[in-house]
């Protein structure tokens, strides 16, 4: 079992595979894109299995592949595949747009995928594709589909709620009802904006700023109001035997009656860094140890120069350093689509 220096139990790590993605969400990414790291520094899956052989044999049992957008690496159902066939690694999941989920669902479920993360913000066409700039709704909702028939379990939606988009959260909830649909609403974190480390930051996303992000006490507070409104009931919480099997930080609630559930992930207004599980490895070979810090660990230089050895002492030294929280800074010098969210 892996520990840090502040006790906590690290057990978890989530591996961006890609910086680069078929949207181009305003939150993520600036209009042009991010420029591309060249494909040599990118780690090869060769590489990442390696880290992630190492990692288990310092207590990681649990990984999740993200990105930019995981689903368009080359390779990648291959990749879990053999990521899955590791001794001592738990379970694989995914956070995905959903949009290539469609045709890759079911080869996905055949390689052992069984989590999945789909990220929705919105159920109305038209700000999806001005959120996403240019994605079609239609193809996420048919990523949702797939991932229903392909037999994911469990399968949540992340929803990254910002002030001046005034989604209509109600929408999201009654999602939960038919189907065991596990719905996060997720604070809006203004990083990767100009003034990295200022806690006014922008993220270019059209001047939004830390205004934008809607406190999770604020989002629970109108579900209830306009659930009670509409003829839900009354919004519970669930406990953790309820909840649907997480590795993070969310807190979750349920309408009566609804066959799945609502979670909040309050990363700025309620501070989670007590129950930090998790490291973070970048597609291009940085270990991060905290998600608002940048300073990170060069994995590339010990994968392609050391011996195994090394990656476990590198791993081990991350654990080390995990700073106790993130002491209110919110800005990050690399984008979301960099980090891996
Ligand atoms: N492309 C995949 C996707 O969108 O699910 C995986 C990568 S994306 C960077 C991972 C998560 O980060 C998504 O759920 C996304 O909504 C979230 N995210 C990106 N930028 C964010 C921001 N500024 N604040 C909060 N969440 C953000
Ligand atoms: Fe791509 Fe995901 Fe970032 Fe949107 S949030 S631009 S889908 S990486």
């Known amino acids: 079992m892996a520990t840090d220096s502040f006790g906590r139990r690290i057990d978890y790590l989530r591996i961006s595979v890609t910086d680069r993605c078929n949207l181009r969400c305003v939150y993520c990414m600036p209009p042009e894109g991010v420029e591309w790291k060249p494909q040599a520094d990118i780690l090869t899956f060769e590489e990442i299995e390696r880290f992630a052989a190492s990692a288990v044999h310092e207590g990681i049992s649990k990984i999740r592949l993200t990105g930019g957008e995981p689903l368009v690496r080359k390779g990648i159902v291959d990749h879990i595949r053999r990521l899955r066939e590791m001794t001592g690694i738990e379970a694989i999941a995914l956070t995905t747009n959903a949009t290539l989920l469609p045709r890759m669902a079911g080869e996905l479920a055949a390689a052992g995928l069984t989590r999945v993360n789909i990220s929705l913000d919105t159920l109305d066409p038209d700000v999806y594709a001005s959120v996403t700039r240019g994605g079609k709704l239609a193809d996420a909702l048919a990523g949702l ?62 001047g939004w700023t830390v205004e934008d992000t809607v406190p999770t006490d604020e989002i629970l507070q109108r579900l209830m109001t306009e659930g009670a409104a509409a003829g839900l009931g009354t919004l519970e919480a669930v406990s953790v035997d309820g909840a649907p099997g997480g590795w993070g930080p969310a807190r979750y609630y349920r309408f009566p009656g609804a066959a799945g559930t609502i979670g909040v992930i309050s990363p700025l207004s309620h501070h989670f860094c007590a129950e930090c599980n998790r490291l973070r490895l970048t597609a291009d070979g940085r270990l991060r140890t905290c998600l608002f810090s940048d300073d990170e660990l060069d994995a590339t230089a010990v994968l392609r120069e050391g011996s195994d050895e090394d990656v476990r002492a590198l791993i081990r030294h991350a654990l080390a350093i995990k700073p106790e929280n993130h002491d209110m800074r919110i800005g990050t010098l690399r984008r979301m689509s960099q980090i891996g969210g």
């Open 145 to 206: 589909e797939a991932a229903f028939e392909a037999g994911f379990d469990p399968i949540k939606i992340n929803v990254v709620v910002v002030r001046r988009l005034d989604q209509d959260l109600l929408g999201f909830a009654k999602m939960t009802f038919d189907r065991p649909i596990h719905v996060r609403f997720i604070e809006y974190m203004p990083v990767g904006g100009d003034d990295a480390g200022g806690s006014g930051c922008t993220s270019e996303a059209g």
